[in-house]
């Protein structure tokens, strides 16, 4: 069975509903990611990923390709 | 010694130098790095600030000469484009900004209409003071693109600040964790910071102080307010032998505490994660709303553009009007109020449930919790306290009472019932001690068999007795007399001779009838689930006045009856215990686990209930109505906002003012856009003002 982590990155800015669909688009791009759920009112993105396959890094790029300042620590 | 928010590492707060101040609360940093990250968001909000006010200083004066006829004409478009150029590329880059990236990322966001809106206005307008003799009309439109930027600007600051207060629910829980603790350790009491408790350890927590994390009161006593996180108002006693919670407020006495769950597994931590993943479950209003919102850009461009043609080729407004009838449509539609519809309101709806021990998993268990007209609950533990005793001792022929409880005793010392802990508690009272069972059988829904001596025992209900063919008719009057008045009764026979029998019974939980009063006020059906036998049953469903009991179920067949109940197509919702009544609570619509205590995370069920009382059940479903409707209001206003101005933005008002309306429509559009999502959460902070009716 594959392990699934579960990363829950803070994204101050993330203002309109609008954007949501580019980040999710993105980052389900990235191989070896599950899942990923935006929340506006918390700012926050929630990734499910298989860590054998990618990693906080490359998730953290993706995000801020899409134009999001995101600072690494914040990610819980 | 304080905790640096990012990094975790501890920092002496009387030599640090590196320090913040947000939102009234002073934070400490190891390095520089961190203080930045951490004030990050602030910064950007301070930019935020000074661009809108900048936007504000500039627009005023672009408004003014825009609409007061002071400067000369030859002069007034330079001066305009003087005040306004700075807003669209100064203030306004952020929109440029936005439309590389989403360009770039084959997005379509807010960021790309607001741009081609006010771009559109500020070329325009370019090109009227520079080649005047391109287009027909001569009035510059400077203001247009500034008002627009500068509202857009001020919805976002409103939007921030609303949003801040919106979450403040889940901030405070998590800014209730304390960070120091009293260890035991090698006989000497150490001040360490909380992480570093092991699980097993012995802490000391002084009057006044936070219970650093959970565990077991091993010593001393007090009272403990455990509000914070239970919601329950009343401070709760502690004793040898009581659970406490991490981030509850010890009062009065000095407590002993052995540490049960540390870190990411306390109370706090559950509740916090629950909390916030109970954002993302997707309710099915909530998808339709994003499908829209993902669709809306292209569609409103084409709409833009399509009216404008229509105005021009149709219409005949003339060019300068057909402008701004697209930038108004254009500018009107930013989705940004029906996708903050769902969520807004289910934040502050899940943070007010959890500051009342009420967790709800996510939206759609809110949903369907709305729609319950059927609940059913478990009755032993749930409606009744599960801590049965023995109030009665028939005994039959030359057997003492003793003798009839000494051999129930001994038959119920292999069972893990919580009858048998009745019984055998009645027993060690008595002082009596039972010899052990012989070829102990349990019989599932019946009762117990064992061997003692030369004599097979036998001590269950009516079913078990006529199975070994004993006779109960001596006990009949007894045994329904006693059942009439709700108690559980078993009868002893040894060999096919009864000898007696034994009533219990369970207390019934403080508030069970006014909760199943109150439910059935909403409109919900009450059934009652249970093993007992239907006499015992009947008597306690009428003493809380429950509308329909399900008596003589197993165990085994409680998610039969639950689907049973499903089978009409109604909602139905189930109260038990989330571990043991899993199956159940699963196969409900919504699963309600009461009185979860410590294990939150673990419990079945799409509404987790801290405290084990039953108005909470009361508490959970108003609420969720409440919530509901709170989502139905915001979606309401968020069609009229982003969909519903859509033809007005279009030119529904030029038949009546005629074109001339264009001439303001732009700036409302943005006005109405700006305003729709500070409307949307703020009437969300509404719901932040609900009350339990019960409490």
Known sequence: MTKEVRIVITVPGLDCVTCAPGIKRALMELSGVKKVEVSIMLNKIFVDYDPEQTDTMHIARVIEKTGYKIHMSQAM | MAKDPVCGMYVDEKTAQLKAVVRGTTYYFCSEACLKEFTAPEIEFRKLKIQFAVGLALTIPTALFTFVNILPIDVRNYVLLTLATPIQFGVGWRFYRGTYDSIRNRMANMDVLIALGTTTAWLYSMIITFFPSV??????YFETGAIIITLILLG??????????????????????????????EGQEVEVPVEQVDVDEVVIIRPGERVPMD????????????????????PVEKNPGSEVIGATINKTGMLRVRATKVGQDTILSQIVKLVEEAQIGKAPIQRLADRIASVFVPVIVAIATASALLWYFVGNIGLNFSVLAFISVVVIACPCALGIATPAALLVGTGKGAQNGVLIKSGEYLETAHRVKTIVFDKTGTLTKGQPSVTDIVALDDYTEEEVLSMAATLEKGSEHPLAEAINGAAQAKGIQAPEPKEFQAVPG?????????????????????????????????????????????????GSHLVGLVAVADTIKEHALDAVARLRQMGIRVVMLTGDNERTANAIGRRLGIDRVIAEVLPGQKERTIEK???GGEKVAMVGDGINDAPALARADVGIAIGS?????????????IKEDLRDVVTAIELSKKTVAKIRQNLFWAFIYNIGLIPIAAGALVPIFGPSVYNVLPMLAAGAMAFSSVTVVTNSLLLGRFKPSML
């Not at chain 2, 979450?167 to 829980?173: D, G, I, P, T």
């Open chain 2, 135 to 140: 287009f027909p009309t001569r009035e510059a």
């Open chain 2, 156 to 185: 976002k600051l409103l939007e921030h600040t609303a949003k801040g207060r919106a979450s403040e629910a889940v901030r405070k829980l998590m800014d209730l964790q304390p960070t120091m603790a009293h260890v035991i350790r």
């Open chain 2, 215 to 234: 565990g077991v009161v091993i010593g001393g006593g007090s009272s403990v307010d455990e509000s914070m996180v239970t919601g329950e108002s009343i």
């Open chain 2, 446 to 494: 019946k009762g117990v068999t064992a061997q003692l001596g030369k004599d097979r025992l036998f001590f269950g209900n009516r079913k078990m007795m006529a199975d070994y063919s004993v006779d109960t008719s001596p006990l009949e009057e007894h045994l329904k007399a006693l059942e009439e008045d709700g108690k559980t009764v078993m009868v002893l026979a040894k």
């Open chain 2, 565 to 567: 109940l499903q089978s």
């Open chain 2, 597 to 609: 205590g410590t294990d939150v995370a673990k419990e079945t069920g799409g509404i987790v209930l």
